[in-house]
């Protein structure tokens, strides 16, 4: 199953903005709105940041936001701060000729 | 609260076979999709596969179908990731999640087995 895109690392200054991208296919991320979002700290379990593109699960500040736009959708966190250094992965539903589901290959935000 | 509890590390020699756990606790088990993530060591999430307990309708990425087995019990809202033959391959920790149907994303996850397979 190939994994969708993302860059290896981004990194930003407390206070500052970082966004993620994801490139999918026209098979999954530009032909559904079902891009959800985890977060995954060292050690510790993933955890859903964001769901159907742009949509926040309770307790999730409102810092995290996501959009799409074609086969790329994108993760921005806003006003960066260290308890939000982790990797970060993106997921999307896909025609379910392969796998009915497909990560991104993660993205580790660093906190400078 | 809503929860899912994994059993234990394993470490298990190639050939060998194993069952894992994952309890669900606080939600009605059978409404809910359980799906298993295979993170192998420093690498990233890959999808393995999904069941609905309340009909036993499960679905294999090809990546995994022939390889493990997804079952669930719904008398103890316990869902199982099995293998019958295992691999030094097959060591990773594997997660358990909960998928609300419709929801196409694992809302809530378990903590995680780490599965170690070695001569």
């Known amino acids: 199953q190939s994994a969708l895109t993302q860059p290896p690392s981004v990194s930003g200054s407390p206070g500052q903005s970082v966004t993620i991208s994801c490139t999918g296919t026209?098979?999954?991320?530009?032909?559904?709105?079902?891009v959800s979002w985890y977060q995954q700290p060292p050690g510790t379990a993933p955890k859903l940041m964001i769901y159907?593109?742009?949509n926040r699960p309770s307790g999730v500040p409102d810092r995290f936001s996501g959009s799409k736009s074609g086969n790329t959708a994108s993760l921005t966190i806003s006003g960066l701060q260290a308890e939000d250094e982790a990797d970060y992965y993106c997921?999307?539903?896909?025609?379910?000729?392969?796998?009915?589901?497909?990560f991104g290959n993660g993205t580790k935000v660093t906190v400078l | 609260e809503v929860q899912l509890v994994q059993s234990g590390a394993e470490v298990k020699k190639p050939g060998e076979s194993l069952k894992i756990s994952c309890q669900g606790s606080?939600?009605?088990?059978?409404?809910?999709?359980i799906g298993w993530v295979r993170q192998m060591p420093g690498k990233g999430l890959e999808w393995m596969g999904i069941m609905y307990p309340g009909d036993s309708d499960t679905r294999y990425s090809p990546s995994f179908q022939g390889q493990v087995t997804i079952s669930a019990d719904t008398s103890t809202s316990t869902a199982y990731l099995q293998w019958s033959n295992l691999k030094a391959s097959d060591s990773a920790i594997y997660y358990c999640a909960r998928q609300p149907t419709g929801y196409y994303a694992m809302d809530v996850w378990g903590q995680g087995t780490t599965v170690t397979v070695s001569s």
């Open positions: 159907e593109v742009s």
């Open positions: 606080g939600y009605t088990f059978t409404t809910y999709w």
């Open positions: 997921s999307s539903y896909r025609t379910s000729s392969t796998s009915l589901y497909v």
């Open positions: 026209s098979s999954d991320v530009g032909r559904y709105n079902r």
